[in-house]
Structures are given as C-alpha cells and as structure tokens.
C-alpha cells in the first residue's frame, strides 16, 4: 500500500472511530427505549386482555393499528427530519411517544386501546428510517453495517430488559390502586421522554457542524459518500410518487412488508405462544425472552462485522430469512417445551439481524437524493404488512382456538421473503455496488 493511501486508511479509520462513539451510543438508547415502547403490550398482553375482555382479535387489531399509524405518517415525518435535522426530530419523536407509551396505562376499553396504539405509531414514525438517512451522510458502505449493527442490537437487548423486569412489574398488582400492566406501561413509557431530551442536548447533526472532526476527517467522509453516490447512479426521481415507482423501493417494500409483518406478528404474541404450545410459566417465558435478547444482541454485533468485512449484506439475509421461516414452521407444529424453546431463540437471533442486513444495504441499492424519501417508501409498505398481519393472527387465533393456522400463516410469508431477498442480491450484484472493507 502506498504512502498516500495508507494515510488516508489512517484518517478514515479515526474518523469512524470518533463518529462511532459520538452517535451510535445516543441512537442505541433511544431505539433501545422505542423498541421497548413499541412492543411492550407483548408482556401486557395477557394479564391486560383478561382484565377488560379483549379477545384476540381485539388485540391484534390494536397490536396492528400502531403500524398503521406509523405508516399513514413516515413520509411526512422523514421529509420534516430533513428540514428540521435529525437532533430536533427524533428528540421530539422520542418525546411525543413515550408520553404516549405511559399513557397505555389509562387504556380502558376497545376503542382507547386503538386509539392510544394509533397515535403511538403516530409519535415514532420516520424514527428507524430517519436513522438510516442519517447514518447515510455519516458513515460509507464499508463501515454501515457495523454502524447500524450498533444500534440495531437494542431490539433483541430490549428483549432482554422486558423479559427481566416485566415480570417484576406486573407483580406489581394492586399497588397504588393501579393493575401491573398499568405499572408496566407507566415504568416503560417515561424514561423514553428523558431521553429525548438527551438527544436534543447531544446527538450530532451533519459531519461539518462538529468540531470533534478534523477537517481531513471531514474531507473523507465526504468523498467515500460521493464515490458511493456515483456507483449508484443518478436517481429517476425523489418526490414522493417517483419513489412509490421505483422498481428498487418496490422490491424492499414488498419484501419488508412481508418480513416486518412476520417478524412482530410473531413478536407481539411470543410470550402468550411460548405459554400455550411451551407451556413455560410467566417467569420461564421472561427469561426465555431475555436469553433471546443476550444472543440477538451478539449476532448482530458479529453479522454486522462479517458482512462489512465481505461486502455481501444479502447472503447473510437470505439465510437468516430462512431460519426465521424454518423456526416459525417447527413452533406450529408442536413439541417438547425444550424443542419450542430452542426454536424460539433460534428466531430471536435471526429476526433483528435480517432486519438490521437489509436496511443497512438500502443506501447501496439509492442515491442519497432517492433515499430520504425512498427509505420511508419501503418502511411505510413495511408498516401496512405489520398492521394487517397481526389483525389476520388475532382472527385466525379467534376461529381458531390456537396460533396454530396464524404461525403456519408468517412461516410462509418469510419463506416469500427469503425469495425475494436472493433476487435483489442478485440485482445488486449485477451492479457491481457491492462493496468490502479494504
């Protein structure tokens, strides 16, 4: 290796550095608490539909209504991060939903419960495509998937803190006069408000706004982005139409719908299926989840490395798509409670990490001009299949008396989806953008 170009290994290997420990500690704890936030009626659940009558159907209609008002609501809230810039944004996003998130705990009845999920959605929309934008001015290709892999590991860490203290929460019951779900949602809810404001104070906006950089730092960040850019191409268009048009936003869009779907489907009903086809008690099913979150929380961390270091996001993809779909089909069709178990963990490894692989490539698949938009394109199709998927579950669980048909149902939606992972690589690849740390 040449001088000149060892030097410039040198500063872009600082720079990352600097950028990696100034945000991604920030962005990890707010997605930390929004995950939190998002899918902590899982561990309600139970106890909260027992209380005030709410049948499956009934649940998963509210479990499905936050996706569609995050949906209804991503586009415009991505084009206003771009105005108004990341920090301001997702602090008031983080804001608005935790006080959302609490205020779960006055839920009484159907139509408060619908309400409260609806406006939730609301609240968090653009925050997990906001961050994608985000990361796309800060970090290149070959350091992206390390980057989101950071902060993505607080899905399954989520499920590590819920599963630890849930259970300690909803024992709870009858003090203050409040049921332990309400305290479960009340302890949940605020902490992300905090947070919030920590974002305000501290989160970064661009690379030429922080003074941490030196400007060699600044200049190679820039020009690994604009290399990037020109890989790429040039954008067909990014108004809102051009991107729902797009051929490229409408193959993730059809294969998040279908993942996304599958993925908090099953996520928003883990704990009531390892009780009914394990039948794990409430502190077995907590800790089951948390061990989930332990080894999610690695994979991630190692996936996001390894496919950064080879420069192929999708294979890694296509095979966790693969587990998911293999887990779900053994969960439906029974067995020991140590086969369940097994099989359960073996999905929470898998789900984030195929999550985090795909929309850590969306910045290699558009332009920068196409992505802000383009990234909540695909996470508005995204949310439409997390809202109709659980609705579908909760009728199936409802007609059916089991999750059986429903689990049968989401197996075969990420299989479809493994499918289409493997044709966009295969796009992708014929592009040449593909691109390994050097």
């Known amino acids: 290796m040449a001088a000149a170009d060892e030097e410039q290994a040198a500063i872009g290997a600082s720079a990352m550095k600097k950028a990696m420990w100034r945000i991604i500690p920030l962005i990890l704890l707010a997605y930390l608490f929004a995950y939190m936030d998002r899918v902590n009626v899982s561990f309600a659940a139970a106890d909260m539909n027992a209380d005030l009558g709410f049948s499956a159907t009934v649940y998963g209609l509210g479990g499905g209504l936050f996706f569609l008002g995050y949906a209804l609501f991503e586009i415009p809230s991505n084009l206003l991060l771009v105005r108004y810039g990341a920090r301001q944004w997702i602090a008031r996003i983080m804001i608005t939903w935790g006080l959302l998130s609490a205020g779960m705990m006055f839920v009484t009845n159907a ?4 309400a409260l999920r609806f406006l939730l959605g609301v609240a968090e929309a653009g925050f997990y495509p906001g961050v994608i934008y985000y990361f796309s001015s800060w970090f290149p290709p070959c350091h992206r998937s390390r980057a989101v892999s950071r902060f993505f590991i607080a899905v399954p860490l989520a499920s590590l803190v819920m599963g630890a203290v849930s259970g300690w929460l909803l024992d ?17 809810g605020l902490p992300t408000v905090l947070v919030g404001f920590v974002v305000l104070a501290f989160l970064p906006d661009r690379p030429a706004t922080v003074g941490w950089l030196t400007p060699a730092e600044r200049d190679w960040i820039e020009d690994e982005l604009a290399r990037e850019q020109q890989q790429i191409g040039d954008p067909p268009g ?7 048009r797009n051929p490229k936003v409408q193959l993730n869009g059809a294969l998040s719908f279908l993942l996304i779907g599958a993925n908090i489907t099953f996520t928003l009903s883990a704990p009531m299926v390892l009780a009914a086809v394990g039948g ?19 994979t991630i961390l190692w996936l996001g490395h390894t496919a950064d270091r080879r420069g192929d996001r999708f294979i890694y993809a296509f095979w966790c798509t693969a587990v998911i779909a293999a887990s779900l089909l053994v969960i439906a069709l ?11 963990l073996a999905f929470a490894i898998a789900a984030p990490s195929v999550q985090m692989l795909l929309s850590s490539a969306w910045p290699e698949v558009m332009t920068r001009a196409e992505l802000a938009v383009g990234a909540a394109a695909i ?4 949310q439409i299949g997390a809202f109709f998927t659980p609705f579908a579950w909760g009728a199936l669980k409802d007609k059916t008396g089991s999750f059986t048909a429903g689990l049968y149902g989401i197996a075969a939606m990420a299989a479809v989806c493994a499918g289409l992972i493997w044709v966009l690589r295969t796009q992708v690849r014929r592009r040449g953008v593909l691109t390994a740390l050097q």
């Open 111 to 114: 139509e408060t419960f619908y």
């Open 172 to 188: 709870l019951e009858g003090l203050a006069g409040l049921a332990g779900w309400q305290w479960l949602f009340l302890a949940q």
């Open 238 to 244: 990014h108004n809102v139409l051009a991107a729902l």
């Open 280 to 298: 794990l008690g409430r502190d077995a099913v907590g800790w089951t989840v948390a061990a989930g979150g332990i080894i999610g929380a690695v």
């Open 334 to 344: 029974g067995g020991p409670a140590f086969v369940i178990v097994a099989f359960y």
């Open 379 to 382: 996470n508005t199709i995204a």
